[in-house]
């Protein structure tokens, strides 16, 4: 690629994930990767904040001070999210939505931070997907005890396959969307780092705010969102 | 000209990594059509802001999935080739 385009292209893009550290486990290769320094950097991150906001409130008294008031804000927006859209089923939901929220948030700007998003790796992604199908299924269970099988039937009998990989198709489609979406601002901003480094000074501060900022913020909120939609489908009106 | 065998499945996975990003038309138009009717519930009736725009956010982004679809098969077409294994 260097050869084709001359001065430009000095540099190699860069947006793919490297091993680090290379072990063996039960006859099988696997490896460290830059996701996991990425995912054990934000988690770092997460927990300070929390450990932080943990003094300020327990030595608050009288007047609360900024963090608390940050954190309070953080805390009921999240709250009024789960609320809006699962109304009184989501009471126990609270938490999950929440750090799923926080953690997206926090893994898709780590860009930003000139880390690489852990949410670019399909190995993040599809993991928190399936939590989400089993939650749904957990649910359906739990609430529509045997309609849950007999739900698959319906209208007709015969389209059972059809229900069935409509059901099988929710954590892949979840996982793929926020996988896809992150990686390709990541690629695209890595091919422009690579392919016009020589150039790239300040402006592609403009593609980062798209990318990044946008992007991922819509993202970390649809993700929230459609786990509400589907979990609380199935759960009974409130 | 000789063309070796990897050379040719390289090019033709180029080729067809291209072709599967023309699926980038639909979610495109999908995305186009929901956030004018979006706008559409906004200007008759400007109170509900809020919630058309969240619903028209959900809309979209499970508009967006099948672009997503194609994505994917380009980008294992081009940096994690099936085909070169069988060579």
Known sequence: MGNSLGILAAKEPDFQIHGLIKFQLFGQELWLTTTHVSILIICILLLIFALVVRAKLSDAEGKPGVLQNIAEFAVESLDNMVHGSMGKNGLGFRNYIGVLFLFLIVSNLSGLLGLRPPTADYGVTLPLGLITFTLIQFNNIKYNKAGAFTELFKPLPFLFPINLIGEIAVPFSLSLRLFGNVLSGTVIMGLLYGLLYKVAWAWPGILHIYFDLFSGCIQAYVFCMLTMVFINAKMPES | ?87
């Not at chain 2, 070796?4 to 067809?16: F, K, P, R």
């Not at chain 2, 028209?56 to 999935?65: F, S």
């Open chain 2, 1 to 87: 000209m000789n063309i070796s065998n990897e050379g040719l499945i390289l090019a033709c996975s180029a080729i067809g990594a291209g072709l599967a990003m023309i699926a980038g038309i639909g979610p495109g138009v999908g995305q186009g059509i929901a956030a004018g009717h979006g706008a559409s519930a906004v200007g008759r009736n400007p109170g509900a802001r809020s919630d058309v725009t969240s619903t028209m956010l959900l809309g979209q982004a499970v508009a967006e999935t099948t672009g997503l679809y194609s994505l994917v098969i380009a980008l294992i077409l081009l940096f994690a080739n099936p085909l070169l294994g069988k060579l």
